[in-house]
């Protein structure tokens, strides 16, 4: 990883700032699997204590284990007194029966170039193309992905580079050109430079 620490040092100075702030490059994976999509949906929109606190209850009611099957055993009135909506208790629903049928291969991700697995991914109510981005980043560990639609992302770029509103995608794309192709490894040391993390 020191290639693309170097790499991004030496094309944008506002960055090597950013990295030489933060320091090494610590990014946290997880397996590329059902579960790990689950959480992903759970963490949208909630903040990461409520988010742990709801999948974790969903977690101990699939057995502590998330499959497919014990999702669809669940209740959908069951779900939502663990503390999802209803939204997204049909998204986590609608994820476990494509799953199951077949139309989400988990073990096919892999294999695919990153704009097959968004394509495959957001067949899934619920699941956009930001959805998409984390599992590419935390998941499949693709080294060179942007979230044009990541407000932690745009967050940063606004404030590293003191523009007077968040940038659109357009203008994350035309900046991040001299990023590639490390773009996952910048994006990470933008969200350290506001002392979060992206989530999965």
Not at 2 to 19: C, G, N
Not at 64 to 69: A, I, M, N
Not at 142 to 165: C, F, H, M, S, Y
Request: charged share 25%.
């Amino acid at each position: 990883m020191q290639e693309a620490i170097t790499h991004l040092s030496q094309t944008d100075p506002v960055l090597r700032r950013i990295i030489d702030r933060v320091g090494d490059y610590r990014i946290e994976f997880r397996e590329p699997e059902f579960a790990t999509l689950v959480r992903s949906i759970v963490y949208q929109q909630l903040s990461g204590r409520v988010a742990a606190v709801i999948f974790g209850r969903l977690l101990q009611a699939a057995g502590g284990k998330l499959t497919p099957d014990r999702i669809l055993k669940l209740r959908p009135a069951r779900m939502r007194t663990l503390g999802l909506s209803t939204q997204k208790t049909a998204y986590i629903r609608d994820l476990a029966r494509h799953t199951r049928d077949g139309r989400v291969v988990f073990e096919e991700l892999d294999g695919l170039s990153d704009e097959e697995v968004i394509e495959r991914l957001t067949i899934v109510k619920g699941i956009g193309v930001w959805t998409a981005h984390m599992f590419l980043i935390f998941a499949l560990r693709r080294t060179n992905v942007l979230p044009t639609g990541d407000l932690g992302v745009r967050t940063a770029i606004q404030k590293a580079w003191g523009l007077t509103e968040l940038p659109k995608p357009v203008e994350m794309e035309k900046l991040a050109e001299r990023w590639h192709p490390y773009c996952t490894v910048a994006s990470w040391y933008l969200w350290r430079s506001l002392e979060g993390d992206g989530k999965v």
